[in-house]
Structure formats: structure tokens, C-alpha cells
């Protein structure tokens, strides 16, 4: 699959099959797949299909990588290590944004830069460990023991006035 989304981004012509072998094989040994490199796609375990989505993307070598959703159906351990891979390709020099609907207070605190939005409207954008100090500025307080993705959602509509 890897190498024929290397043909696809990379076009046919422009570099050689053993220049796209070492990208692919750059790819799969940064996201931790090399155990996965003979599977079928379909006898992939979810967090691994996840991870074979992301390195598809990553096959051009894109600046910014925007991916939506890229835990929905991880269980935490397999989300946890997808974030963490995508850290890592973040900390490499590209810039990765993707969305995560309530993320667990594990994979919150991983984030540089938090993007809070509710009904449409950004209520938050900072670093993430600076939310729960925003909320209380604005008369929200978190409790210790909340998680504070769980808790950004009960920003009322009229904090939305920057």
C-alpha cells in the first residue's frame, strides 16, 4: 500500500523505486510499523490502520498535516501512542493539526496549542495547560479531579466576545 501511495504522491518518473523504498521505509520505521509491513490491510489492528492512514499522508512530506479525527475508535493505549507518534513527527519539523472531540486528560496534556471550540466559535487558543487558568479568569472553575477537555465544553455563549 505504501508504495503504491509513494507512486501516486511522487509520481512515476521523478524518482527511482529504490529512492521511494527508503521514504516508505523512513515512514514506516517513524510511525513504528515495521512489525505490520507483510500484514493485509485487513488483518491490521485499528491503531495500526491508523497509523498506516497517517503515513500515507506523510508520503510527499507535506509542511502541515491536517488530520480529523485520528483517535476515533482507539482504545486509550492505542490513542495514546498515535498522539505521541504524531508529537514526534510534529517535534520533526511539520506542523500537525488535527481535531479530537474530548480527548482523555492524558492525551490533553500533550498538546502544545489548544484550538477550544464551541457552537461554531473559537472560546479558547493557547497552550493547553493554560485553559483551566483562562476558565476561572472568566468565572469557570474546573474541578481538580476534571478533566479539562470534558470541562471547555460548558463555556457559555458569552464568553465567545473577544
Known sequence: VMLYAADLKLGFNDLTKEQKVEIVDEIIHLLRLEKAMDTECSRLSGGELKRLSIAQELVDNPPV??????T?????????????????????GRTVICSIHTPSAKIFEMFNTVYVVANGQCVY????????PYMEAVGL???????????????????MNF
Open 65 to 70: 498535516l491536517f488530520l480529523d479525527e485520528p
Open 72 to 92: 476515533t475508535g482507539l482504545d486509550d493505549a492505542s490513542s495514546w501512542m498515535c498522539v505521541e507518534l504524531l508529537k514526534r513527527i510534529a517535534s520533526g
Open 125 to 132: 487558543s493557547g497552550e493547553g495547560q493554560n485553559i483551566v
Open 141 to 159: 472553575r474546573c474541578p481538580k479531579t476534571y478533566n479539562p477537555a470534558d470541562f471547555s465544553k460548558s463555556f457559555p455563549m458569552n464568553l
